[in-house]
Nanobody
Framework: QVQLVESGGGLVQPGGSLRLSCAAS????????MNWYRQVPGKERELVAG????????NYADSVKGRFTISRDNAKNTVYLQMNSLKPEDTAVYLC????????????WGQGTQVTVSA
């Protein structure tokens, strides 16, 4: 079955960096685009970044452009999110997402990893 396992979250000071990883299994990894979302209690889940199957196209939320970089290693079935120049407003649970061809209701999600940016 499809599994997505995030890691790499933690507490970091403003201006610091973190790299999140999402290890995927149970499907043909390179056949799917992958996304990172983030969730703050009381707010809508936000798409942070996405990457196509072979990494040829990436997209970012305006709020993270120039600071975050999404990448993938298809040999390791892993997608990454490098986060630099972190701000307190980046504090959230970050979730790995594999879109489903059946529509959003059938998307796959990881359990999430907490990122806290605070002095």
């Amino acid at each position: 079955q499809v599994q997505l396992v995030e890691s790499g979250g933690g507490l970091v000071q403003p201006g610091g960096s973190l790299r999140l990883s999402c290890a995927a299994s149970g499907f043909a990894f390179s056949a799917y685009a992958m996304n990172w979302y983030r969730q703050v209690p009381g707010k809508e889940r936000e798409l942070v970044a996405g990457i196509t199957g072979f990494g040829e196209v990436t997209n970012y939320a305006d709020s993270v452009k120039g600071r975050f970089t999404i990448s993938r290693d298809n040999a390791k079935n892993t997608v990454y999110l490098q986060m630099n120049s972190l701000k307190p407003e980046d504090t959230a649970v970050y979730l790995c997402n594999r879109p489903s061809r059946g529509g959003p209701a059938y998307d796959y999600w990881g359990q999430g990893t907490q990122v806290t940016v605070s002095a």
